[in-house]
């Protein structure tokens, strides 16, 4: 059968089938594509059976309360386990969830491939219709049913490792049928099958580490029990949720259902893992002190494809139309192969390709911003133990330990002196006081440590990526830009980003010098009060309460004269980053109308206006 040839209906089941007869000129059937389906279907009723026969058991076996986050039946978020002992998660299990999701993936183009043959042909191909929807189907529920039973008896998995020998090797005799890979259908069937060899390996593996981990106990002594490893305390349960669960953040739907119902307390929080106590942080702190020694950046990759695939989705819908226009349409019944080389330029592929990247953008950033604020809150909190560690072994308030304590002085001072005396004792001011007075150090010197300088580290934790991150994600767009509009996009982009940038590196440099007048202020403040409270005996005797109200009101003047400054500079920070994408995308398209010839087209327009709103300066 020629490409020319029209299809001949009522012989045409599946692709593979007209694939074959094209390539090898001979009539072809769908036995594999049938047996496909035949065990996709019986594996989906098999677990659905094993789950349902779980929950019966677990029910009538949850006479105790159950905790939270040792099972679950979806991404392992709820649920107790009673059936068998409790065992940690495979080695494995994140190799193993990120071939899950490839496997949904190119599950979804082979499905969308049958959608385009038939948008295409007015052919329905009713075995790889019902093909393609199981699989999809069958790769859902073999990643449910993986996160359910992963840390049950190894007899739950029996039916996974069935399904990865099978599927793996019918794909790879289908694959022994498809020698031509210009075709999509033979590439998907080339990665299913891979996919499956290696989850099969890797759930060997992964096998291999139970039991050995099994028979190490036995031999030492130690028997696993049978009730949740998880104490019923614990709300926090990042550490034990399953990889789909992390990047869905399912995890957190107990404690989110518990305040829907009631507001949330500070007891509802109770204890946390002992992975996250403090004294695990301080001691992996402490011994990296006393040594010699990305996922953002793919969410923003991701960013970029949602902008590029708008040129090609407007530059299809114009060929589709201008075709119709000049009736160049194809004669109904014709095969038309869907080729690699076609694969990114149909809008409906495409369509999907935007939203599973928007989707993978979202879940990236999502999953690093979290794991970047973790990180921060236990280098903060192990910062705060490390403080008072070594503050226990300095000399407060004085370099010399025979020293005595100064004496306190109940005359009236002018404010400069006073000022000038308080930052001396709190060594904020400058880098020479801190030098020159270093061992006359007062509680409020230890205290804006403990507060405003490891939340200044705690922030620096966060926001550290963007010192790489920013400046590769400015010149990737300005390839792009360049790529489509040529050098008047880029000058437009460079002349807008030249613009702003002054502005907010001399806001910048305002912030930080009105933030260390803040810490000076706040200094001063703290050493009055803590002044006062020392020597109240005096103060009371001598009457002076007023003027020493006075003192410690007069220094907290002046420093909300420096936190109503910070407050503004940060709003007008704020308003240089929410215009910046207005200014850039108005300079960059009016450059282009004044430079280049041609106008714009619907494709250009449209595709530049998003990569610009990536472009936050």
Known sequence: MSLDEPLDESLTLCLSQIQRSVVDDEKANCILEFSQISINTVFCYVVTMIQVYLMISNSSKNAAPHSSGSGGICFGGTGSINNGPIHARYITHHFLSALYIFQFIVALFAALEVICFWS??????????????????????????FVSVEKRHLRYSIPLYLHYASS?????????????????????????????????VFGLMGVIQRLYVTFMSNMNGMVYSKRPVIPESHVYLYNEASSFSRLSFWWLNPIL??????????????????????KKHFQKLKSLLHRNNKKEYFGNTLGYSCALSINIIVNSMAAEKENTLHGNTKERGFYDPFL????????RIVAIVIFLAALGQGVLSQTSNHLLTVSGIRAKNALHVLLYEKSLKLPVGSSNPMQQHRKIVLKPKTDEEEESK??????????????????????????????????????????????????????????????????????????????ILPLQVLTGKLMSENNKLILCSQDNRLFKSTETLASMKTVKLATMEEW?????????????????????????????????????TTLTLGLYVLLEDQNFTAADLFTSMALLSQLTV
């Not at 790879?172 to 891979?194: A, K, N, P, Q, V």
């Open 257 to 278: 259902a518990m305040g829907y119902k009631s507001p949330l307390e500070i007891d509802d929080l109770q204890k946390l893992p002992k992975e996250e106590r403090t």
């Open 120 to 145: 295409k042909t007015s052919v329905f191909m009713a075995v790889s219709f019902v093909d393609a929807f199981l699989f999809l189907v069958s790769i859902i529920a073999s990643g449910m049913y």
């Open 422 to 499: 308080g930052c001396m004792m709190s060594g904020s001011c400058s880098l020479e006081d801190d030098y020159n007075n270093e061992g006359k150090i007062d509680i409020g010197f230890i205290t804006n440590l403990a507060s405003e300088d490891i939340i200044n580290l705690r922030e620096l934790i966060w926001n550290i990526h963007y010192i790489w991150s920013l400046p590769l994600k400015i010149l990737v767009l300005l390839y792009l830009l360049f790529d489509q509009l040529g050098i008047s996009g880029v000058s437009g982009a460079i002349l807008g980003t030249s613009l």
């Open 168 to 200: 793996a090797m019918i794909q790879g005799l289908s694959l022994l049928e498809m020698e031509d890979f210009r075709y999509i259908r033979t590439w998907c069937t080339f990665l299913l099958s891979l996919s499956h060899g290696l989850q099969l």
């Open 340 to 347: 690699v080389s076609e694969l990114f330029y149909d809008p």
């Open 548 to 584: 020493a109200l006075t003192r410690i009101r007069s220094a907290r003047a002046k420093e909300l004269i420096f936190l109503r400054r910070d407050s503004f500079l940060w709003s007008f920070m704020a308003f240089l980053a929410s215009i910046s994408t207005t200014l850039v």
